[in-house]
Structures are given as C-alpha cells and as structure tokens.
C-alpha cells in the first residue's frame, strides 16, 4: 500500500512538472527565420518594420497610406547641410577636372617632350583636344602650335588666326616663338625667320596695348638686331618702353629691364642715332627693376659714358 502510494505521488509531481514546462515553452516567443534560414531576433523585426503614416493628399479628402523608414524620421547629426544650386555646379566642374582625360594626354605629351620624342607629344596632344573642350585640351592645342612651327610647318598661321578672341593673341605669340625657336636651331629652313619677323609684326600692330602684343613688339626688337638690322629694331624698341606701365617687383609678365638694355645699347653704338644722354637715361631705366640681372652692367656703362662719353655723334 506504501509503496503504491509513493508510486502515485511521483507520477503526479511528474506530470505537474510537464505540464509547467510545457506552458512556460508556449509563453516564449516563437524564433522565426529568413529566406536563407537565418534566425531573425524579435528586436531586429521590430526595429526593421516600417511605420505607417497617413497622407492627405492635395486637392482630394482621401488619405494616401505612406510607408516611411525609421531611420529616415531619425535626425543625422552628420548629414551636411543642402548646398546651393551654384556650389553644386562649382562641386561638379571641379570633380569633372579633377583628372580628365584632357589632363592625362597633356601630361604624358610633356613626358615625351622631355625625352624630345616628338611625333608621339604632338600624338597626345590630338588626344588630348579630341577628348573635350577645357584649360587642358585649350593648352594642348596652343603647345601643339608651339611645337610644329618650332620643327618649321607651314601654313600654321590661319589656324592661330581662327582662334577665339580670348585665345588669339596667345596663339600668335605661340606661333611666333616657335618660328622664332626655328630660325635658331634650323639654319637649313630660311621660312622661319620670315615667318617669326612677319607674325610678331602683325600681333604688335594687331594688339599693341596687350600683354601679347608688348612681348611680341619686344621679341621682334631683338630678332631684329641679332639680324643686324639696328635701324628696323629702333622704332619697335621705342614704342613699346615709352608708355612703359611697370608692375610690382614679382609680378612683371614683360621684360621691360631688357627692352631698355637693348635700347641704351642701341643709342651707345657708333652710328646715325648715337646719343650718350639717351643712353644714359635708357641704362638709369634699368636700375629701377631691383631684381633685373643688368643692373650691374647698367651701373658699369653709366660710370663710363659720364667720364667718356661725348654727347651726340653727328653724319
């Protein structure tokens, strides 16, 4: 009797506990998984489920249901302020030259000029003013100019005529310096020289009170003179140094310092225009640019004509 009684009990207190077990299992919540049978936590459902807001839209009484993100409601405090349509612009056109393929040909087109392959930087410079219209492609074609009248190519001038007005001047300055460069390095092509004289005349006539136009009248002084031809030199020299604008020390884009070597020289020879007073006054000119490498040339010629000079030498 005792035993079955113990036998009872325990049966009873096994099924007691069971059935608690098996409620308390019921109670939790049930794991659910995704697609690739990953166990999705009941924290991450409830953060990834999308409210539902309601609304109106204009003109109708009806309302719309409209899901919206959690975390888009959420402020960022690193989000940037919006930018204005023309910070954007600006934002574009500094990605966009950031290292176009404008950029790349001009760049590997000076790689080959340093290693005076020629043929292959006028290659790359085709490139590089196919493959769009910008600074990069703009200088491409000036250099390209540049370098085909400095190997003496013809019939370069109408296509530095056809520059826009922005980019005329330079392009005939380009031009001119190439044939110049030509004239020096290439005594078997005579058109250079012609050529150099020819397109530095037109630009200072075109343009005299440009930058372009100063340099061009300056260069054609001294093409002049290393010609031998003083007397065609002179009135280029004069034109240029008697409305002379000098700019800070530094910031001088026309080499006036030389100009007024080359004119007080000029009024110092044995010829029809020797005079030692203007020579002086044009060597004093040169002393006025700090930084100018004839200033001890200029002071040394000064010194002399005051002890040996004798004024104006007449026919």
Request: glycine share 6%.
């Amino acid at each position: 009797m005792k035993n079955f009684i113990g036998s009872f009990m325990l049966a009873f207190l096994v099924t007691s506990l069971a059935t608690s077990l098996v409620t308390s299992l019921a109670a939790l919540p049930k794991k659910r998984y995704d697609e690739r049978g990953n166990p999705i936590s009941s924290n991450a459902s409830a953060t990834a489920a999308p409210q539902v807001t309601t609304t109106e839209s204009k003109g109708q009484g009806a309302t719309r249901p409209t899901q919206v993100s959690p975390a888009s409601s959420a402020v960022n405090p690193t989000t940037p302020e919006a930018t204005s349509p023309t910070e954007e612009a600006e934002g574009a056109e500094e990605a966009a030259l950031a290292n176009p393929l404008t950029k790349v040909y001009l760049e590997n087109a000076r790689l080959y000029l340093r290693s005076e392959r020629l043929d292959k930087a006028l290659e790359f410079l085709k490139k590089s003013q196919e493959a769009g219209e910008d600074p990069f492609s703009q200088e491409a074609r000036l250099l390209s100019l540049t370098l085909r009248a400095g190997r003496g190519d013809t019939d370069l001038f109408q296509e530095a005529d056809a520059f826009d007005e922005k980019l005329k001047n330079q392009a005939l300055l380009r031009l001119a310096r190439g044939y110049d460069t030509c004239m020096h390095r290439m005594s078997k092509k005579p058109h250079c020289a012609s050529e150099a004289e020819r397109i530095y005349a037109y630009l200072s006539e075109l343009s005299p009170r440009s930058t372009e136009g100063k340099l061009a009248s300056l260069a054609l002084g001294q093409l002049l003179l290393d010609a031998g031809r003083a007397e065609a030199a002179l009135p280029h020299l004069v034109s240029v140094l008697q409305n002379e604008k000098r700019a800070p020390q530094g910031q001088r884009q026309i080499p006036y310092d030389h100009g007024w070597m080359q004119l007080a020289r000029l009024y110092e020879r044995p010829w029809y225009h020797r005079d030692v007073h203007k020579a002086v006054h044009a060597y004093k000119q040169v002393l006025k640019y700090a930084d100018s490498p004839y200033t001890a040339e200029a002071k040394e010629r000064i010194e002399y004509l005051k002890r040996f000079g004798t004024g104006v030498t007449l026919p």
